[in-house]
Each structure stands twice: as C-alpha cells, then as structure tokens.
C-alpha cells in the first residue's frame, strides 16, 4: 500500500490555479478532525471538506474510476447528520467548484442510483449549471468520455475573461512544476 502526500487540496497538471487559490488551507485545517491510525495521531478532512475534495477528484478523474463515485457515498452516509449541505453549497460557490459538486451528484443519482440531498438544493441554485447538465446528462446516457466535459467545466467555473484567458494558456503552456508531473 501506498502513500500519496498532497500539499494542497487542488493537486492537478490541469491549469486549476484559480480554484486553487481560492482555498485557504487555514481554513481546511482549522476544521480537520483528529484521529489515530495504527497509532500514529494524524488529522483527516471534515466531512465537508473531504465531500468538496472528492467531488473534485472525482470529477478532474472524468468519473473514470467507479470507486471514486463509491467513495463519495461512503462519506454522505458516513456523515449525513455532520453534513451541513447550505453550508457546502456556500463554501462550493465560493470556491468555484458548484458546477464539480453538481454535475457528481448527477452522475450518482443518474448512473448509480444514489440520491444526495444537496443535488435538489443545488438544482434550484442554479441556473447557469441546468444547461450543462442537458449537455452533461447527454454525455452519460450515451456513455461518451466525460474527460472533454470535465476540462470544459473547469474552464467556464473560472471567472472573468483573465481567470480563462489564463486558464487556456497555461493548457497549452504548462509551467515546469506542471510539466515534471507528467
């Protein structure tokens, strides 16, 4: 068995600096949960945290890997009474990641069946998202690669024509740090 360090939540050759940046880490500490792993005292994501985290990872994953859908199932129902979904649904929007929340808890409800109680707050929410959920739910059903939408996703949630302009460059000119990941 392995073990994969993260430095940060956003851990990606995709040019994510924008969603990146918008996490303080502080944040993400002041609210881990401490615990002890074959004895060692280690500190692990909130609930919420760790639900934005893998809805990420899931997502910049194209929903290749079934056990990552798992794995956010696993944490809903773990943690349904932590959860605060009006929370998480704020922190998601501040984040940019409302779309990345969405468009998994539409895979979990479309391919596996399984129904989240933020799926319905986030469908009220948002209009913006209701479009490419058509787009989305298309790409599902027709059992296309989800990895052109992911990366489409991704650019439309950064803001402002700066933050995608950005994006797109760094696609096609990856700094070093990028580069010696790949």
Same mark, same amino acid.
């Given at each position: 068995?392995?073990?994969?360090?993260?430095?940060?939540?956003?851990?990606s050759?995709?040019?994510l600096?924008?969603?990146?940046?918008?996490?303080?880490?502080? =944040? +993400?500490?002041? *609210?881990?949960?401490?615990?002890?792993?074959? %004895?060692?005292? +280690? !500190?692990?994501?909130?609930?919420?945290?760790?639900?934005?985290?893998?809805?990420?990872?899931?997502? *910049?994953?194209?929903?290749?890997?079934?056990?990552?859908?798992?794995?956010?199932?696993?944490?809903? =129902?773990?943690?349904?009474?932590?959860?605060?979904?009006? *929370?998480?649904?704020?922190?998601? $929007?501040?984040? =940019?990641?409302?779309?990345?929340?969405?468009?998994?808890?539409?895979?979990?409800?479309?391919?596996?069946?399984?129904?989240?109680? %933020?799926?319905?707050?986030?469908?009220?929410? $948002?209009?913006?998202?209701?479009?490419?959920?058509k787009v989305?739910?298309?790409?599902?059903?027709y059992?296309?690669?989800?990895? !052109?939408?992911?990366?489409?996703?991704?650019?439309?949630?950064?803001?402002?024509?700066?933050k995608?302009?950005? !994006?797109?460059?760094?696609?096609?000119?990856?700094?070093?740090?990028?580069?010696?990941?790949?």
């Open positions: 068995s392995a073990l994969h360090l993260h430095w940060h939540l956003i851990n050759v995709w040019p600096e924008s969603a990146r940046d918008s996490i303080a880490m502080d =944040e +993400v500490w002041l *609210k881990a949960k401490p615990g002890i792993i074959y %004895g060692a005292k +280690v !500190f692990s994501l909130s609930a919420d945290w760790l639900l934005l985290y893998l809805c990420h990872h899931c997502f *910049k994953h194209y929903f290749a890997k079934l056990i990552l859908s798992f794995d956010l199932i696993k944490v809903i =129902e773990a943690s349904r009474e932590e959860i605060d979904w009006d *929370k998480l649904i704020e922190d998601a $929007n501040r984040l =940019e990641m409302t779309a990345q929340l969405q468009y998994c808890f539409y895979y979990l409800s479309l391919r596996l069946h399984y129904f989240t109680p %933020g799926l319905a707050k986030l469908k009220r929410q $948002n209009a913006s998202t209701r479009r490419m959920g989305f739910i298309f790409f599902i059903n059992s296309f690669s989800l990895y !052109f939408f992911s990366y489409l996703v991704y650019f439309l949630s950064a803001k402002g024509i700066k995608k302009t950005r !994006f797109l460059v760094r696609t096609f000119f990856p700094p070093a740090q990028v580069m010696a990941q790949i």
